[in-house]
Nanobody, 120 residues
Framework: VQLQASGGGLVQAGGSLRLSCTVSGSIISINDMGWYRQAAGKARELAAA???????TYADSAKGRFTISRDNAKNTVYLQMNSLKPEDTAVYYC???????????????WGKGTQVTVSS
């Protein structure tokens, strides 16, 4: 199972970015998908998550600005980030939890991370 994230980059404050993450492999189902972020010198934290049924959870700092969505048919999760602030600068990691494949179930996987930099 591999997670491939894309969409990070450099943007000015107030701008927008859209992150995508596709899970590949012999996937049967995925329970929760999410985006975590880790700023320099800080612990990794949840930015947003979504269940297979579409229930979403957001960090307080992301509410009203970020929107998480997923395409279950494509095993892909998206994070639309609007009104970006310098404090959103971090490496963003994609997570897939409760992954079921032909060989395993209940596994947790992480992508390599994509850098998001917001300039002031």
């Amino acid at each position: 199972v591999q997670l491939q994230a894309s969409g990070g980059g450099l943007v000015q404050a107030g701008g927008s970015l859209r992150l995508s993450c596709t899970v590949s492999g012999s996937i049967i189902s995925i329970n929760d998908m999410g985006w975590y972020r880790q700023a320099a010198g800080k612990a990794r934290e949840l930015a947003a998550a979504i269940t297979s049924g579409g229930t979403t959870t957001y960090a307080d700092s992301a509410k009203g600005r970020f929107t998480i969505s997923r395409d279950n048919a494509k095993n892909t999760v998206y994070l639309q980030m609007n009104s970006l602030k310098p404090e959103d600068t971090a490496v963003y990691y994609c997570n897939a939890d409760g992954v079921r494949t032909m060989m395993k179930f209940g596994m947790d996987y992480w992508g390599k991370g994509t850098q998001v930099t917001v300039s002031s």
